[in-house]
């Protein structure tokens, strides 16, 4: 009998400790992952790319995007489900900080590597203008970057 109770015990340990995990890390159900962000709430990036310059052909597609390159991302699930390794990006450089907007995907250095994370905050400080940024799958904001930081903003996915 002492084998079923400690046995019957450890079960039930284990079932609790499962939903507590379930209920901190799953209770944010907007939350891609769980991760307690919800980009439902945030605002989307601005319309880049107008209608009369995506040219339609019947075995082509020609978006015509001044100074635009392409972009790949490393698998750091930060920006998960939206970019990962796999999927390309089109991006163009901000000449000034005006462009930047809440909800638009930058690319920034910090600490000398090129990150690509949302702008979630965009004010003004004793420094001027900072933007604040975050992944999409990240439960945590970064920490504040100037324009100088910023080297491309993202205005479009294909996977």
């Known amino acids: 009998m002492g084998f079923w109770k400690y046995t019957l ?12 995990f379930f209920l901190v ?4 159900l907007e939350a891609p992952f769980g991760t307690g962000f919800s980009i439902l709430n945030e605002k989307a990036p ?5 209608e009369e310059n ?17 972009s790949s991302y490393a698998p750091t699930d930060s920006m998960l489900p939206l970019l990962d ?22 690319s920034f250095k910090m600490r000398g590597v090129l990150v690509v994370h949302r702008v979630v905050e965009k004010g003004t400080d004793e420094k001027g203008v ?21 080297e491309y903003i993202t205005i479009g996915v294909i996977w």
């Open 85 to 106: 390794k796999g999927a390309n990006g089109i991006r163009i450089s901000p000449k000034s900080e005006e462009e930047i907007q809440i909800g638009d995907i930058v």
């Open 130 to 150: 900072y933007f604040v940024t975050r992944g999409d799958n990240n439960s945590f904001n970064d920490e504040k970057i100037r324009f100088s930081d910023i």
């Open 25 to 28: 890390n799953y209770s944010n």
């Open 9 to 20: 015990a450890f079960g039930m340990g284990f079932i609790v400790c499962a939903m507590l």
């Open 54 to 70: 995506i040219i339609v052909f019947g075995d082509s597609i020609l978006i015509r995007i001044p100074n635009a390159t392409i």
């Open 46 to 50: 601005i319309d880049r790319i107008s």
